[in-house]
């Protein structure tokens, strides 16, 4: 049969050439339909580690809106091996189209990627459209990626305990928490901890203890990594105009001390996310994708989610946040045709539809921009507005790294200073591939 393509279409071939055709489906909300119906892009296939019934919700719709997407189909792939299938792929040239990165695991995957060029998607058009936590992914030649989704953490709070300690309101500052600790905290005459505020002060049994730190160091103004010069590197300590901050260290460790009137966690303590499903944790730090599981695994519980406290209220607030977005392999066996499908996906109604079924944040800027009016979501929204992340070079290497930063510290085997130098030298050995 013969490809459909409309005037419209021609006549922006004509002024653009492809990239501009690139850039209008990318960045309107084009909805093919009608007279603009999309060539058959034929068979194609994304790889990614989302949830493959909710990726497919949105692909359904798309097929349904237009026949040209209808070969295109999604695999779900473990986060455990995706890099290594992936480089597997590669080798045996049976590469798939797209592939869905996040910010932990595009860094490994560098230099098999695409890089989509600025007559495409300039760096006005990138930042003018996406949210800023996916500045690790643009570069100046280029966009490594397409986003897609935001997952940003969010705190959440266990109300029964702090009604029952009369505190109304939970921690708006990080500060806040030192004075209501005492109230909270339940600590018998062997200083075993019943119940709890936070979880800070430990670098093994506190979950998404990365995410913290790097919420409390961007908040420092510290990006954790930058790129100079074409090189990637730490910035957890440098002179230069980002802070090292010692400051932020100091005050999560001090909950793990025993003389302090904030004392709040030790080595002893179960997992944070299990001590707070159980209800004994006032507030547990978590990705905001996770509330449906701790509704499942506690129905009962009677919590609630909030924004993440700032450094004091005169300061810009910030936040981790795990970032997604679509990568075109440098071997794709057509990088037009997968360059259209990523922008495609990428586009307002797409992500309307991903939203409802995630419920997390879209990525585009005009989306965000309106709250919804729901309860959790405006949470969310608010967060991915003002949320960073940082290109990982190994999600569970670096986690031990910022396990090691604080237990180096809290055991006095090293000073602030020694345990900062020795977690930025080890995370540039990792992106210098070692």
Do not use: C, H
Request: glycine share 6%; net charge negative; aromatic share 14%.
């Amino acid at each position: 049969m013969k490809k459909k393509i409309s005037i419209f279409q021609i006549i922006l071939l004509i002024f653009f050439g492809v990239t501009g055709l690139f850039g209008f489906i990318a960045f309107t909300n084009y909805s093919p339909s009608g007279n603009t119906e999309t060539e058959n892009l034929g068979q194609m296939q994304i790889w990614g580690t989302l949830d493959e019934d909710i990726f497919n919700e949105g692909l359904s719709f798309l097929k349904n809106l237009d026949e040209g997407y209808s070969k295109v189909s999604y695999v779900q792939k473990s986060e455990e091996s995706f890099n290594q299938e992936f480089l597997e792929a590669v080798a045996e040239g049976n590469i798939p189209d797209l592939i869905l990165v996040s910010n932990s695991t595009i860094f490994n995957n560098i230099n098999k990627i695409y890089k989509i060029p600025t007559s495409s998607i300039s760096e006005s058009v990138f930042f003018g459209t996406f949210l800023e936590s996916f500045s690790p992914f643009f570069e100046e030649d280029g966009s490594l990626a397409i986003p897609f989704l935001a997952d940003p953490i969010v705190m959440y709070y266990n109300k029964d305990l702090f009604f029952s300690a009369g505190i109304p309101i939970p921690p708006q500052e990080w500060k806040d928490f030192l004075e209501m600790a005492p109230k909270i905290n339940k600590i018998d005459e062997n200083k075993n901890i019943i119940k709890s505020i936070v979880a800070f002060g430990d670098g093994d049994n506190v979950e998404n203890l990365k995410e913290i730190l790097a919420t409390l160091f961007f908040q420092s103004g510290n990006p954790i990594i930058k790129k100079e010069n074409g090189i990637y590197k730490s910035t957890l300590y440098e002179n230069s105009s980002f802070q090292t901050p010692y400051d932020a260290l100091d005050f999560f460790s001090s909950f793990s001390n025993p003389n302090a009137p904030q004392y709040s966690w030790n080595t002893a303590m179960p997992n944070s996310k299990d001590f707070f499903i159980g209800g004994s944790l006032g507030v547990y730090f978590g990705y905001a994708s996770e509330i449906s599981d701790i509704r499942l695994k506690n129905p009962n519980l009677n919590f609630d989610v909030t924004e993440i406290p700032r450094t004091s209220s005169d300061l810009r607030n910030n936040v981790m946040l795990k970032t997604f977005a679509f990568a075109i392999p440098k071997s794709a066996k057509n990088i037009e045709n997968s360059s259209i499908l990523a922008f495609r996906i990428a586009n307002k109604d797409i992500l309307e539809k991903i939203e409802e079924k995630t419920q997390l944040p879209p990525v585009r800027k005009e989306m965000v921009a309106n709250l919804k009016g729901d309860k959790y979501l405006d949470i969310f929204y608010k967060e991915a507005i003002y949320g960073s992340s940082f290109m990982d070079p190994d999600e569970e290497k670096t986690d031990k790294i910022f396990s090691d930063l604080v237990n180096n510290y809290i055991s006095g085997r090293f000073s602030a200073k020694e345990s900062f130098s020795s977690a930025s030298r080890s995370i540039d050995l990792l992106l210098l591939g070692k």
